[in-house]
């Protein structure tokens, strides 16, 4: 089947709720366009603010920004032991 492009007229409000939405999600109109022509396999949305994956982005984002502030660890062996304590034998 053919492809052809077409243009539509919104309401300005509507453009403008949009291009917000859109920037919120950290894209543009013209960068969603490109996505859905290439057949993006999910669905995009912004996340509620209180939501426990967004709780969980900032988290990550304070790890990131301040990663002494952290437990770190060099291997699974050494999250077992701090975990299940000094008798654990791996």
Known sequence: MAMVNT???INEETKKETQ?????????????????EKGI???????????ELAQAFEETR???KNPSNYKSYNSPEEI???????DYEG
């Open 7 to 9: 243009s539509i007229k």
């Open 80 to 86: 077992f032991k701090n975990v299940l304590g000094e």
């Open 20 to 36: 917000k939405l859109f920037k919120d999600l950290g894209l543009s109109l013209s960068t969603v366009k490109a996505i859905r």
């Open 41 to 51: 396999p999910f669905y995009i949305n912004s996340l509620p603010e209180n939501s």
């Open 62 to 64: 304070q790890i990131k």
